[in-house]
């Protein structure tokens, strides 16, 4: 793998810079305000994940463009962001990811920032489900799985059309085996008559008469044969109109709402509830960090603290702050359950919507069946009458010929005669039967490939069934095996940690949950340590960095916003995660002391910080 270079250009903190990366650890070490999160933060641009689930687009403030070109030496990728109207921001060029759910993964799984969605949601205490589910539903399950069903359906019908074919093998074989033999007595049978016979008058009569009555025998064979295939055209007939009669008239279903304004009720609640989390997140840190100072003016006393509202300016205490955000929470919670309500609705909407569409295309190739039916049946009657009134002549002439050859035959050439007939009839039910077989070979050949097909297709929807549990069970899995490994290497506070699977009645994993044991008995998560809420986030992102196959789409695993480890847990950490990635890139304050691996300077950059320092 060839070093990675990067130009950026007005990128979150950075004005202009440069960097270098080589493969294995990537350490960006400098004080606050140099641009550490703002080099990640390009290299995401690159990859393509900024601006996911709402988010801005990381331009420089105040800059009307910006860039960021790498170059990993066999390949350029360059993407740029530009100004819009208001707090909009947009992307154009080339970025290193396509793919949507390659995006997915790195976003979630792979840049694991201070940010980052999974160590957040650790972080704040929420649900877990839908960000470790949502590669998944990218995916489009269930789509697939309709897709094979329809397709198991006709190789269905194909295979028992090549059964049927496949079952008259036997009789065929046995037919055209005796047909041979009898047409080998017949024609030695014809030698020693026709031995008896000079007359050449008498042989032409008998020939004529001969033929007379093989063109009979065939053309009541046809009779018979296209009697046949009219009672077989009126009983499919039959079967597909009670197919079209149990179908029945199709109704559009009426539903409480419009499936419109549903939908837009569930894009305005999505919206509401990613505002909400961020409003309750960053207010929740304040809080929580005792970063009051930060916001607000704040008296300490011994009843509490007071202190203006940073937001409306009126004067309130920490303890009404904290109660105001447990109401946010409960109205984030209360715009969740709306939304998956709502987005449950959609749903069975469209499950409906599916099965009218099945239904009705059903109906159109039923109807369409029957008009091809009804035309090839009166067609066969045509036929038929025809046939019988060829018979009707055939029969004439033969009455005629006889009378004639009566007059002249003797009981050998009437013998003759018959053996002749006997042949024409034989070799023509021979050459039928042979054509029959040979079709019904071809069959026995396309019945072996569809029921290979047909195994596969069955084997596929499987397959996809149990994606969703098998992948979810081997996150939780990857999540048990890396968190004990941190507890043995950070010999943190908590003795054990696991991801506990949430259930439906029907055994698939909705939600996790993480129990962590302290001192033998379970205890709450903001019982830990900052250090170890974060520890436990990143282990959570990289399960499902594991169980996705992150590394095998992205070479880039991203590493920031960990000042609240020990310099020890820092290092134990950058070498833990050296082997996971092609190229890890981390931050790190001087503090931190030396890493082994390749050293990223923004000595050289121009930096938002300069410039304010300048003016």
């Not at 933060?41 to 990381?58: D, F, I, K, N, Y």
């Not at 009219?230 to 009670?242: G, S, V």
């Not at 019982?527 to 960095?545: F, N, P, W």
């Not at 594991?546 to 134990?572: E, K, S």
Request: some cysteine; proline content about 2%; glycine content about 4%.
């Amino acid at each position: 793998m060839s070093t990675w270079s990067v130009d950026i250009t007005n990128i979150a903190g950075i004005r202009s810079g440069q960097a270098t990366f080589e493969p294995g650890v990537n350490v960006v070490q400098a004080e606050n305000w140099q641009g550490k999160s703002s080099l990640l933060a390009a290299l995401q641009t690159v990859m393509g994940t900024t601006g996911m689930e709402s988010a801005r687009h990381p331009l420089t403030e105040g800059a009307a463009q910006g860039s960021v070109r790498l170059d990993t030496g066999a390949e350029t990728y360059e993407v740029h962001l530009e100004q819009g109207s208001g707090d909009a921001v947009h992307r154009s060029g080339t970025p290193f990811l396509e793919a949507d759910a390659d995006r997915m993964r790195a976003h979630l799984f792979a840049f694991l920032g201070e940010t980052n969605p999974v160590r957040a949601a650790v972080r704040n205490q929420e649900d877990l489900g839908d960000l470790l589910t949502k590669p998944l539903e990218m995916e489009d399950i269930e789509e697939q799985i309709a897709d094979l069903k329809r397709e198991r359906r006709e190789l269905e019908s194909e295979i028992e059309q090549a059964t049927a074919a496949t079952a008259e093998r036997p009789t065929v074989q046995e037919s055209v085996t005796q047909l041979e033999a009898d047409l080998e007595d017949l024609r030695a049978h014809r030698q020693e008559l026709r031995a008896e016979l000079d007359d050449e008058d008498l042989a032409d009569l008998r020939d004529e008469l001969g033929e007379r009555r093989a063109d009979l025998a065939s053309v009541e064979s046809d009779v018979e044969r296209i009697r046949n295939k009219i009672e077989r055209q009126e009983t499919r007939l039959e079967e597909k109109r009670d197919q079209l009669d149990a179908i029945g008239e199709i109704e559009e279903p009426t539903f409480d709402a419009d499936v419109a304004e549903t939908r837009e009720r569930v894009n305005r609640l999505r919206t509401q509830v990613e505002l909400l989390e961020d409003l309750y997140s960053v207010n929740k840190r304040v809080l929580d960090e005792e970063q009051l100072d930060l916001v607000a003016t704040v008296d300490r006393t011994l009843a509490g603290a007071e202190l203006d509202c940073w937001v409306c300016g009126q004067t309130t205490t920490d303890d009404v702050a904290a109660e105001r955000l447990d109401a946010l929470r409960e109205t984030l919670e209360s715009r969740r359950r709306t939304r998956r309500e709502l987005e449950s609705t959609l749903e069975s909407v469209e499950e409906q919507r599916a099965e009218i569409e099945e239904a009705r295309r059903r109906k159109n190739r039923l109807q369409s069946e029957i008009a091809t039916l009804r035309t090839d049946l009166e067609e066969s009657r045509r036929e038929l009458e025809s046939k019988r009134e060829h018979r009707e002549s055939l029969e004439a002439e033969i009455d005629a010929l006889q009378d004639e050859h009566e007059a002249a035959n003797t009981d050998v050439s009437e013998e003759l005669a018959a053996v002749e007939s006997e042949i024409a009839v034989a070799e023509r039910d021979l050459d039928q039967k042979r054509e029959r077989l040979a079709e019904i070979e071809a069959e026995a050949e396309r019945l072996e490939e569809l029921e290979g097909t047909y195994e596969t297709v069955r084997d596929d929807i499987e397959s996809l069934r149990d994606r969703r549990h098998r992948t979810l069970t081997d996150l939780k899995d990857r999540f048990d095996e890396a968190i004990q490994e941190v507890i043995d290497t950070f010999d943190p506070g908590f003795e054990r940690a696991r991801l506990k699977p949430i259930t439906d009645p029907d055994g698939s994993i909705e939600d996790f949950e993480l129990v962590i044991a302290r001192e033998g008995r379970e205890a709450r998560l903001d019982a830990l340590s900052a250090g170890e809420v974060e520890l436990v986030g990143i282990v959570t992102a990289l399960a499902g960095y594991a169980a996705f196959d992150v590394a095998d789409r992205v070479p880039l695993l991203l590493l920031d916003g960990i000042g609240q480890l020990t310099r020890r847990h820092i290092h134990a950490l950058v070498e833990y995660l050296s082997g996971d990635a092609t190229f890890l890139v981390t931050t790190a304050y001087p503090e931190a002391g030396d890493f082994d691996g390749h050293t990223v300077s923004p000595a050289e950059w121009e930096v938002v910080s300069d410039l304010q320092a300048s003016t």
